[in-house]
């Protein structure tokens, strides 16, 4: 699997997204759940829990939140289903809620 940094590299312009030799453009509102919020937690201790993620947790909610992709397109960069995006991004965020250790 791709390290988090070679996706971001690949993705480019925040607005655009090329995959094979075919370039999407797309438009696309500011990324925001609002029934989440961090804000109250300690920006380190939050940075620590992201840190302990598997590598496709991390990568998908890179993806959404800091590159402003929806699951659909992230689906694209990855090669899986909108629904499997879905699954990792909640099981993700259900983690950080929490504060469960990554299984």
């Not at 995959?19 to 509102?29: C, F, K, M």
């Not at 829990?49 to 992230?74: G, M, Q």
Request: aromatic residues 6%; glycine residues 6%; hydrophobic residues 40%.
């Amino acid at each position: 699997m791709e390290t988090i940094s070679a996706i971001k590299q690949s993705i480019g312009n925040p607005v655009g997204l090329s995959i094979g030799n075919q370039h999407l453009n797309i438009t696309r509102p500011a990324a925001a759940d609002p029934g989440v919020s961090f804000a109250d937690k300690d920006p380190l201790e939050l940075g620590r829990a992201i840190d302990r993620l598997p590598e496709l947790e991390r990568l998908v909610l890179s993806l959404h939140y800091y590159e402003d992709l929806n699951f659909t397109e992230i689906g694209m960069v990855l090669n899986l289903k909108q629904a499997k995006i879905s699954r990792i991004h909640d099981h993700a965020m259900y983690r950080l809620k929490t504060g469960f250790p990554p299984s």
